[in-house]
Structure formats: structure tokens, C-alpha cells
């Protein structure tokens, strides 16, 4: 079955930056044109800057599939891997069969406009963490859908979400793929939904594009693994369990809304350097307790000299700038992180060896967690110079932050990771995506 998805894989071109969010739209016209007959695009929201949002629709196969770029705008890689399907689904037919495929390249324009100063900069660690932005979680497309349970409710729906739902709404996708970047260690995936034969399809991805799978995850404690470097996308009400009681912070995701319709949901997590350990299983010489406590000692240090920096200039702020809530946002993940894995280090696991997999996902934490914190910090206190708010306080945040990043830069420099060709990354989202929806159409 998935002969030919392979051999599409080894045809893929060599790309090398990330298309901006002008050039996603030119691509989709410019696919349109070429193929009139074929592709049809059309807009199906606005985003809260008044962004279009525009899908293309291509062939017309009587079930649907949805695929989703730029869920989180520092995430990029899905408007390449958009790009690369729909040249492909318009030349080989086959591909297209049974479906019609909806594709939409960036479901969070304004926030896709804020990173692009690194998108020709792939691999420039410097580069990603001074252009970084990623919204507060509030503010993403991909988490505002309504959870109305009284215990974390949440009803307040971005207009990206709206259109978004809309689109699932209309088109009941018996695929729905979430086109996502992890940052350092191995791919994975996490589904909703999914039989066991589209599970083995996508355990098998990362053999077909050469990455390591990633066998330890440090995102959600709580995900189940289905098979190596697949996971179960937990709903929200198991996301938030033993959280506060009251008005949630963040609503469901995509997948849990488009499972109303059946749906299954697929989210590829390719990162962008890789580290082959991320695959071995093998046992380590410290015990998981020992591999977090080293982890999680360096998170929150860090997490703490933000947080001191933070506290100094924000009397002096006078901005009400996304940067600033991100940065709030990232500060809460990081303690919401640092409870839960320390809650299992506490208890019988803690006591097992950790893998070599789980020594490098959390070794990793800590220089990925730190430098996009006080990226975001450099970018808030920027926004407040340039508005011309020179105050003495944010001049001293600012010297200290500059201090902070610079460290821990070079730090994550000793990671024996490497960046990935961005052919690659596409490779490996195209795959999973193709094979699931050649398992689930046949």
C-alpha cells in the first residue's frame, strides 16, 4: 500500500527557508491557475487582524480530508509540506483517489507575520530565539474550541477558531491532519480516533524519511503511547484534571472537536534538530527520578530569572503587546511542566532507569523551554523602545535579558543535535498525512 507514498517521498525537491504567509497565498493562487479544472480556493474566515484565511480544495473524491498549516505560528513547516501536497495531489491522481482534499496553509496569519524574520534562517538556533513568537494559549487557533463543562469552561472562540469549525463542520473529514514542529529530539505523532492499522502507518514514517523516532516526550505527562512515536492526544478534561475548578485558560483542540464527526485526527511533530538518541530504548545509567531532577532544577532556575527580570520591568510597561502574554503563557507551561513531572519522579516510576531516549527529551527541555522565554522578553521590551518608552528599568531588563539569552544559547549549542534539511521535515509530515489517508481509504 504505501510503495508509491515512498517513492513520492524520495522524489520530494530540496528546499531551503520556510514560505511567508505572502507567499503561501501567491502559491495557492498560483496552483489555481494552474490547474482551473481542478483546484478551486476559496476564503473561509479573517483572522483577528484581518488576515483572509483561504483554503484550496482539489479533486472530487466523495469523502474529505483536511489539512491544517501553521496550527502555531512558530511552527512553519506546514506551509511547505501544504505547498508540496497540493503540487503532488494535482500530478498524480492516485494520490487524490476517493478523497477530496481541503488545504489550508495557515490557520494563524498574524502570528505566522510575527516569526517570519528567521523562516530564510532555518537551523540558525540565534536566529529562531530572537524572531521567536508563540501566543498565549488563549490565543491559538488550534486550543479555543469550546469545552462547556462547568469544571474548565471555556466558550471564548478566536475568529480563527470560528472559521475553523466551521470548515470541520461542513466538510465531517473522515482525516483531519494538524501540521505541527516539534523543536529537538526525534518525530512523533499524536492521533485521535485512529485504528491500529493507522497507527502502524505512522509508527513507520520515521524509518521511511531516515529521522529517529522520538520515544520520550516531555509535552503532556499524560499522553498514552500506542506505538513508538505515537501517541494518544488526550481531551482537555484529562489535560486539566486536578487543575483549579473555574473558567478554563485554554478550550479544547481541533481534534477533539472534529471527533463529533467521527474524524480521525492526525498531528506530526517533526522536529527541527534531531538527535538520534531520541530513539534508544536502551536503559541509561541515572534512574528517571535523577534525569528529571537535573531537568527540572535547570527549567526552573531559568524559569525564575525571567520570572525577576520580568518582575522589574513590568511596573515600567506600557504596551499591551502579544509578546507580553506569550511570555506569561510560556511561564505558566513551564510551572504547570515542572508540577506534573515532578509528581512522577515522586512516585514509582521515578525509581526505574530512564532510557537514553528519556535522558536526551529531557536533557533537551531546558534549552528549549529557556531561550524561546527570553527571545519573547527581548521582543517585548523592543516593542516598548520602539514605542519610545526608554525608562531606566526596562534598560536594565533588557541588558540582563541579553545576558540571560546569550548563555543559554551557547549552552544549547553543546547538544549533539543537528538541524534538518527542510525536505526532510516535509517528507516526514507528507507521509504520515498520505498514510493515513491511504489506510483510511482503503
Known amino acids: 500500500m504505501f510503495e508509491g507514498i515512498r517513492a513520492v517521498l524520495a522524489g520530494l525537491p530540496e ?58 505560528p512558530n511552527e512553519p513547516v506546514g506551509g511547505l509540506t501544504v ?33 517570519e524574520s528567521w523562516f530564510a534562517s532555518p537551523g540558525d538556533r540565534e536566529a529562531y530565539a530572537r524572531g521567536f513568537y508563540r501566543p498565549d494559549l488563549a490565543e491559538q487557533p488550534e486550543w479555543t474550541f469550546p469545552h ?58 520515521a524509518e521511511w524519511t531516515g529521522l529517529p523516532g522520538q520515544h520520550a516526550v516531555w509535552e503532556i505527562p499524560a499522553a498514552n503511547e500506542l506505538a513508538p512515536g505515537v501517541l494518544r492526544l488526550p481531551p482537555v478534561a484529562e489535560l486539566t484534571e486536578g487543575a483549579p475548578a473555574g473558567e478554563g485558560a485554554f478550550g479544547a483542540s481541533s481534534a477533539e472537536y472534529a471527533a463529533r464527526h467521527g474524524t480521525v ?63 506569561r503563557g510560556m511561564l505558566s507551561a513551564a510551572h504547570r511542566m515542572h508540577a506534573g513531572w515532578q509528581r512522577i519522579a515522586a512516585g514509582p516510576d521515578g525509581a526505574r532507569p530512564a532510557t537514553v531516549a528519556e535522558v536526551c527529551s529531557f536533557q533537551s527541555l531546558p534549552h528549549t523551554m529557556l531561550p524561546r522565554m527570553a527571545g519573547t522578553l527581548l521582543r517585548l521590551l523592543d516593542a516598548e523602545r520602539a514605542a519610545g518608552n526608554v525608562r531606566p528599568p526596562l534598560r536594565a531588563a533588557r541588558a540582563r535579558t541579553e545576558e540571560l539569552l546569550t548563555g543559554w544559547l551557547r549552552a544549547a549549542d553543546d547538544l549533539p543535535g543537528r538541524p534538518i534539511p527542510l525536505r526532510q521535515q516535509v517528507a516526514a509530515q507528507l507521509g504520515a498525512v498520505l498514510a493515513a489517508a491511504a489506510v483510511l481509504r482503503s
Request: hydrophobic fraction near 40%; include cysteine; charge should be negative.
Open 265 to 327: 485526527t492526525v498531528i506530526t511533530e517533526v522536529p527541527l534538530w534531531t538527535d538520534p538518541r531520541a530513539a534508544d530504548t536502551n536503559p541509561s545509567e541515572q534512574s528517571l527520578a535523577e534525569t528529571l531532577h537535573d531537568c527540572l532544577a535547570a527549567l526552573s532556575a531559568g524559569t525564575e530569572a525571567v520570572e525577576s527580570v520580568l518582575t522589574v520591568a513590568e511596573p515600567a510597561l506600557r504596551l499591551d503587546t502579544p509578546h507580553h502574554r506569550g511570555l
Open 15 to 72: 528546499v531551503d527557508r520556510y514560505p511567508t504567509v505572502d507567499e503561501q497565498q501567491a502559491e495557492l493562487d498560483e496552483l489555481a491557475g494552474r490547474y482551473p479544472q481542478l483546484v478551486a480556493v476559496r476564503r473561509v474566515g479573517t483572522s483577528r487582524q484581518g488576515e483572509p484565511i483561504r483554503v484550496a480544495s482539489i479533486g472530487d473524491g466523495t469523502a474529505n480530508a483536511l489539512v491544517l498549516g501553521g496550527p502555531h
Open 148 to 205: 462547556l463543562a462547568e469544571h474548565w469552561y471555556f466558550d471564548r472562540m478566536l475568529p480563527e477558531t470560528v472559521a475553523l469549525s466551521r470548515l470541520i463542520d461542513e466538510l465531517r473529514p473522515v482525516v483531519q491532519a494538524s501540521l505541527h514542529n516539534a523543536e529537538y529530539g526525534g518525530l512523533f505523532h499524536y492521533t485521535t480516533g485512529a485504528s491500529p492499522e493507522v497507527v502502524a502507518a505512522l509508527a513507520a514514517v
Open 83 to 115: 505547498r508540496e501536497l497540493g503540487r503532488l495531489l494535482c500530478a498524480r491522481p492516485e494520490l487524490r483517489a476517493g478523497l477530496r482534499w481541503h488545504l489550508v496553509p495557515c490557520i494563524d496569519p498574524d502570528g505566522a507575520r510575527l516569526n
